[in-house]
């Protein structure tokens, strides 16, 4: 079972994702938190595999749960739910530390999906939240800027890059590319050595960020 926190303001909100969490067989949700503040008490007590977090909320932000828990060393894979498509707020909550980025209208089926790619240590982006990444990182980039790294990408790298932005784990990539898993694992260690990314969401970012996907 995927052991599940949601922490969001609103009750309905929680209630109704609570719901409809319910009605799936490998997914438990384990606790409820309705602010910041019981967010960063209740999931070190909780340990849950996913987090389920609202960008926006009282007595402490999604964004300020983040900093709390991955300070503490108490960071789960994270989720981040928000009603808003916005750019800027998505590029802070990854940076903070989330695994993952959905608007609050995703089917069942999509965040179900997403939930398993993060128990799974896996990221999961809704495309909407995508272009929102892109031109916000467009917004901020600076006008002096450029995208040149140390050693350029080879094109296999860029095709396994590609595939770590949608949320494809090592044996997916795999499967998709046709090369043995170790192979992969390799691409994703010189990924992550050349784009100076500790991690495989900040080297999606990077990516996006530095224009690393043309």
């Known amino acids: 079972m995927i052991r599940v926190v949601i922490a969001d303001d609103q009750m309905l ?11 799936v067989p490998d997914i438990e949700v384990v606790g409820e938190a309705s602010d910041g503040e019981e967010a960063v008490e209740k999931v070190p007590e909780l340990k849950p595999d996913v987090l389920l977090l609202d ?13 709390a828990l991955r300070e503490a060393g108490q960071l789960p894979p994270t989720l981040v739910l928000t009603t808003f498509d916005d750019g800027d707020a998505a590029i802070a909550a ?19 999906q997403a939930i398993r790619a993060l128990a799974e240590n896996r990221t999961a ?24 790294i140390a050693e350029p990408l080879t094109g ?7 595939l770590i932005c949608a949320g494809y784990s090592n044996k997916e990539i795999a499967d998709l590319l ?24 900040r080297a999606a970012l990077i990516a996006l960020q530095e224009g690393h996907l043309g």
Not at 186 to 196: E, F, I, P, R, T
């Open 178 to 201: 046709a090369l043995a898993e170790g192979t992969v694992k390799n691409h994703v260690s010189n990924l992550l050595l050349k784009l100076g990314a500790r991690d495989r969401t």
């Open 156 to 162: 296999r790298e860029k095709e396994v890059l590609h």
């Open 13 to 23: 909100v929680r209630q109704g994702v609570r719901g409809l969490l319910e009605l």
């Open 55 to 67: 960008i926006r909320m009282p007595r402490l932000s999604g964004i300020a749960v983040l900093d």
């Open 125 to 148: 982006f809704q495309p909407a939240m995508t272009e929102s990444l892109v031109a916000a990182l467009g917004r901020s980039r600076p006008a002096s800027s450029d995208n040149s």
């Open 94 to 112: 990854i940076k903070a530390g989330a695994k993952g980025l959905m608007l609050k209208d995703v089917s069942l089926d999509d965040l179900t």
